[in-house]
């Protein structure tokens, strides 16, 4: 399957060379990376064109006016995936937490009849490592109440490491998701789930980055509780 790599960043100019390089080790001839860049002031951006020009044809760069939000970078980069012509996108995060050498097993649970592959940290095999137990207690709370609230089947609700089908892709898009931030991941989770859309869970390993800030702010986290009160009230 022709894949689309969209790799949203902000500020990940001493991750991205490291993940970008990883992507194309892997030596797959159909699987490319898009890197959306929100106006970074650390040089990301320049670092993104300086990668492309030196993949040509297998890395290109989406410059935006700045930091506009998580969720709309994928919305973008989904929209030039089906532009393109590819068969599949997948979701990676910038910072060294998602394994490249994972993307070919969502690939291929794609390739197999999967609408949405999501890599799992909830599921047999998969788990989060460099998390203190706090973090751990706060995502594993945060995902019951979620899946309570939206009646989600999926495990890992939040996860950020995906692939979709290009049918799901145009769902997403005709549908219109309206989470900008984190909360993007459990919004189209639930559109795809309550849309009879197929989704299996692929165990990974996340680790904490070793590099850079998380982005993950106060505002994220009300917005993430704000969609699920919006999504429950449209049930």
Not at 63 to 68: A, D, I, T, V
Not at 111 to 138: C, H, M, Q
Not at 218 to 227: D, G, L, R, S
């Amino acid at each position: 399957m022709r894949t689309l790599v969209v790799i949203p960043t902000y500020n990940e100019k001493e991750n991205l060379a490291a993940v970008a390089a990883a992507v194309l080790d892997l030596g797959l001839a159909d699987l490319d990376v898009l890197v959306v860049d929100d106006a970074s002031p650390d040089g990301t951006g320049r670092l993104a064109e300086e990668l492309a020009a030196s993949h040509p044809g297998r890395i290109s760069v989406l410059h935006r006016s700045g930091k506009l939000g998580l969720g709309t970078a994928y919305l973008e980069g989904f929209r030039l995936a089906l532009e393109r012509g590819y068969q599949a996108a997948c979701e990676m995060d910038a910072d060294g937490s998602h394994d490249p050498l994972d993307l070919p097993r969502l690939i291929a649970a794609v390739a197999s009849g999967a609408d949405l592959a999501i890599g799992s940290r909830r599921v047999k095999g998969g788990r989060t490592e460099g998390w203190p137990a706090y973090r751990n207690f706060i995502s594993s709370s945060a995902m019951k109440l979620t899946k309570w609230a939206l009646g989600l089947k999926t495990e890992d609700v939040t996860a950020g490491f995906r692939c979709y089908r290009a049918a799901l892709l145009q769902e997403i898009l005709r549908r219109g998701i309206k989470s900008s931030g984190y909360s993007f991941q459990e919004e189209t989770l639930y559109m795809a789930e309550k849309s009879g859309f197929k989704v299996a869970e692929i165990p990974v390993i996340f680790r904490d980055r070793r590099f850079g800030r998380s982005k993950l702010t106060k505002a994220e986290v009300w917005q993430f509780f704000a969609t699920i009160w919006r999504l429950r009230r449209h049930k």
